[in-house]
């Protein structure tokens, strides 16, 4: 027995209403850079301080681990500043790119300086200051926990 209201189920799938249906599921938020991003770069500092603690007796493993992980670093905050310039519908001046690259987290305060409003630093930098004492804070933990399992052992 079919009920009054079974004929609005299979209602024809057309290009606007596909259109409207996509528009109103959102997208989990691992698929965003401005979550993913930082996210991935405090996951990279305790990873790296963690395998830093390892391989703390071996010097030039420390400089491979360094340069991997500085390449890491600037791949991220690239891939972070251009989702952000993407969603500001500006786009990265070369210069800012290759600061990213080279001066890693020391250019971030310069692109967004120039990238937010006038004003905004007020709530950016908080924001940035506790972002990157997660990032010294796991990278030392990490660090340290396994420099005493290693004495341990």
């Known amino acids: 027995m079919r009920s009054a209201?079974?004929?609005?189920?299979?209602?024809?799938?057309?290009?606007?209403?596909?259109?409207?249906?996509?528009?109103?599921?959102?997208?989990?938020?691992?698929?965003?850079?401005?979550v993913t991003s930082p996210a991935l770069i405090v996951a990279s500092?305790?990873?790296?301080?963690a395998v830093d603690g390892f391989t703390a007796s071996n010097a030039a493993a420390g400089n491979v681990l360094f340069v991997v992980h500085w390449l890491l670093i600037a791949f991220l905050?690239?891939?972070?500043?251009?989702?952000?310039?993407l969603q500001r519908q500006?786009?990265?001046?070369?210069?800012?790119?290759?600061?990213?690259?080279?001066?890693?987290?020391l250019a971030v305060p310069f692109y967004l300086a120039g990238a937010r409003p006038k004003g905004?630093?007020?709530?950016?930098?908080?924001?940035?200051l506790v972002l990157f004492a997660f990032?010294?804070?796991g990278e030392t933990l990490a660090f340290g926990v396994i420099q005493e399992l290693s004495y341990a052992i």
């Open 90 to 105: 500006s786009e990265l001046s070369t210069s800012m790119i290759v600061g990213l690259v080279v001066f890693g987290f």
């Open 135 to 137: 990032c010294l804070g």
């Open 45 to 49: 500092f305790v990873v790296f301080g």
């Open 120 to 128: 905004s630093w007020v709530r950016w930098l908080p924001k940035g």
């Open 77 to 85: 905050l690239f891939w972070w500043a251009s989702a952000d310039a």
């Open 5 to 34: 209201n079974s004929s609005h189920c299979f209602a024809a799938v057309t290009p606007t209403n596909l259109a409207l249906i996509n528009s109103r599921v959102r997208k989990p938020l691992i698929y965003s850079p401005a």
